[in-house]
């Protein structure tokens, strides 16, 4: 009996072996933040080329990476001068991220059985608004006709993220499990942020660069005063932005004999997810209860271990504003019009309940399985321990999705300098607090009479190299300072 019983149990090893391989293969060997870590770096560091070569190896290489990776891609493009390329990349990730907003209850069950990181990755909420931000300078850079119709799309989709997030904040925070389907997993509609986080108070860039466009065309100075005034309701302390409804309302885009320069600064390193342990929300926690009812016969235990659940960070910033000097003369320090911090973190954490309902959903459901497997099986002591083993394996191959938009600025700001039509040398350094902390870079640029010219740059912080493009195509040299 002995034998047979050392027997079942070297093959019970056996199967959780096996069990375990697939699920560690299905979440992967490693957490998207590991395998980003190195691109994100090259970046900082100024080695585009580098950073492209391990990207594109991360997007043809894990499925399950290819979006995200071609998001990152995107920003090399720009930089790099490749601007319809990029908008090409951006416009097939919105419309794949739509796409999935649909949910595949196939996708939903097996992740119920490994982890998030199985499922197809529709984007973070920010990265979804701030996709269309990019569409549009992008675009901007390119000389393209579709700048206005993406200004359009992001407050279009702002406004419906912020309503399915908040809503009426007088709602409860959650409403009841729906759509139960045959694989058992439901379809819950949440609305978290409506008793636990402050709602967000908007996004001004995309009202702005619509102002700035229809000032523009020296004919629809009122849509651009309605844009300017949007805006500034958003930022009531944004100076500049005070100084562009006065113009308007003159009807005056810019002096004869003298063109715009529109200076866009990535600022800062910007949001990008880890993996955290946490011990669930009494709101998690309920959520999580009519997750698990729906799917079986199953129920919350009194308390639930600390769960590995993805975060959003900020890493901290030694540079706040760019500086600009056109010809030589300082004309003043970059503006913020879209605070990406303050975005992604509230509407990360706005959505936070539902992340963490469905790590502890899982964590029962796994649980439970084996509980119902070792009440099917001999009650042997050592098969029971076996099982056991094999359970606590289980759970250990969950990683959390750590899948995001890994090269994002911390802030996107602007300065508007009106300047005499011909080749103006421009002058960008990154600051804090008005004082300059890094090696500046010098672009001449060409301006022309009654028209806009823009530009872009990234600081990341005060020691990496900046980048910086005009939208006539012109990148600036490696070695200017």
Known sequence: MKNGVEAFFVRLLRVAVVVIGIAGTLSGCSTHAKRLALPRTLFYEGQLE???????????????????????????????????QAETRLKEVRDRFDYLEQESMTEKTVSMWTDD?????????????????YLALANLMGGGGDAESYTLQIQEKHEAIMQRLWGDAENASTEEASNHTQSGV?????????????????LPLGFYMRGMLREETHQHYDDALRSYTRASELLPDCMPLRWDISRVQSSVHSQPG????????MVGRGPYKVETVERPTSDALLIADRIVSAVGPYQLPPTIAPIKVPDVVIPPSDINTVGVRVDGQLIGPTASLADIEELAVSTFRADRNRIVARAVARRVIKKATVAAAKQGMSSDGLTSLGMDVAGIAWEATESADTRCWGLLPRDIQVLRVETQSGIRSVQLSPCLS??????????DIPVTDGRNTYVICWFPDARSPGQVLCSQGIVAPANAR
């Open 434 to 443: 008005g004082i300059p902390v890094g090696p500046s870079r010098k672009i």
């Open 117 to 133: 990181s199985v499922r197809s990755y529709a984007g973070e909420d920010y990265e979804k608004i701030l996709i269309r931000v």
């Open 258 to 265: 003298c063109g715009v320069i529109y200076v866009f600064a």
């Open 50 to 84: 580098s950073c492209r070569e391990h990207l594109d190896k991360l997007q043809k290489g894990n499925r399950h990476d290819r979006d995200v990776a071609n998001l990152d891609l995107a920003v090399v493009d720009l930089l790099e001068g490749q601007t319809q």
């Open 186 to 202: 439901p379809s819950l509609k949440i609305q978290p942020a409506a008793a636990t986080a402050t709602r967000y108070r908007g």
